[in-house]
């Protein structure tokens, strides 16, 4: 339904309010019906001279998991890090394009980064807690932000980021210890809880099950299943179950194209294009 070259593309535009279209939106646009969370229209990469991205449009629909999927190297970490400008962090990289979240461009140039990022988080492949206590894992970036102004407002705030990270009754005796002490899982639930307690809308995750047991991986997916009630989530996974399990859209990408983005159902079942289907299929990737 919302294919890059679909045909269909002009009648769902006009489906829409007029009133939450751009005056120039260009044809292969990804239009899901529901309130775009963050919109992505012309999206290019280059890193130096070679080209990553070409051309990516895309609504990623608000409080719904969004999976990127795609064989390696296709830019779905390029992509992904384009949504809240990690990619600034790396030299060379040039991006044009649009990237807007709640209608806001976040690369118009007032844009403060590091409050996008208190709204876009970021959850990595490898779990990377800080070196610090678990405790001070979570209150770094609040107390950074001036979120929380007493002592026992920041320990309602830890526990409560623990919790709905699925950790707090595993840690909640010893807060004091080190981050890097609990395991992989553990490890990364940590890592979701650092990204929720700063009250983003959005959380971007690369693969962030892939370096984890089947136990911890099912422990991670419960975990987004929860938290799409209440954020906006793009993943990358290579692991079409995955997708299938937790995302309700999905995105196709294929060197550096965005192919086929639908319904998660729909895109597995009846994808449109012959190079989504040769990937689910696992002909290729
Ligand atoms: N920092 C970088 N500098 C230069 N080229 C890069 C950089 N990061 C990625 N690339 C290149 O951009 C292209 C897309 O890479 P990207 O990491 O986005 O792919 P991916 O889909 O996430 O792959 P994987 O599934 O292996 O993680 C690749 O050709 C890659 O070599
Ligand atoms: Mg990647």
Redesign the pocket.
């Known amino acids: 339904m919302y294919s890059t070259e679909s045909a269909e593309y002009s009648e769902t535009v006009t489906d829409r309010d007029a009133s939450t279209d751009t005056a120039t939106e260009p044809a292969g646009v990804q239009t899901p019906e529901a309130q775009a969370k963050v919109l992505v229209r012309d999206l290019k990469l280059w890193?130096?001279e070679?080209q990553?991205l070409y051309d990516i449009n895309m609504d990623v629909v608000e409080r719904q998991v969004t999976a990127l999927i795609?064989p390696?190297?296709?830019?779905?970490?390029?992509?992904l890090r384009c949504l809240n400008r990690m990619n600034d962090l790396?030299p060379d990289v040039a991006i044009r394009g649009r990237v807007e979240l709640d209608g806001q461009d976040i690369y118009a140039p007032h844009v403060d980064i590091v409050q996008l990022r208190s709204h876009v988080g970021m959850v990595f492949q490898k779990p990377n807690p800080f070196p610090k206590s678990i405790y001070e894992n979570i209150a770094y970036a609040p107390r950074l932000h001036g979120i929380a102004e007493s002592r026992s407002q920041m320990d309602e705030l830890v526990e409560d980021s623990l919790r709905r990270a699925g950790l707090w009754n595993e840690v909640a005796d010893r807060l004091d210890t080190p981050g890097t002490a609990l395991s992989g899982g553990q490890q990364q639930r940590l890592c979701i809880a650092r990204a929720i307690a700063v009250n983003p809308e959005v959380i971007l995750m690369d693969?962030p099950a892939s370096a984890l047991d089947p136990m911890a991986t099912a422990t991670i997916e419960e975990l987004i299943d929860e938290l799409r009630h209440n954020y906006t989530i793009v993943i990358?996974t290579?692991n079409l179950q995955q997708a299938a399990r937790v995302a309700g859209y999905t995105a196709f990408?294929h060197m550096?194209r965005l192919i086929e983005y639908n319904d998660t159902d729909t895109l597995f079942t009846t994808p449109r294009e012959q190079k989504t289907e040769d990937y689910i299929t696992g002909r290729y990737g």
């Open positions: 890193y130096g070679t990553a795609g390696s190297g296709c830019g779905k970490s390029s992509f790396i693969e990358v290579h990408f550096g």
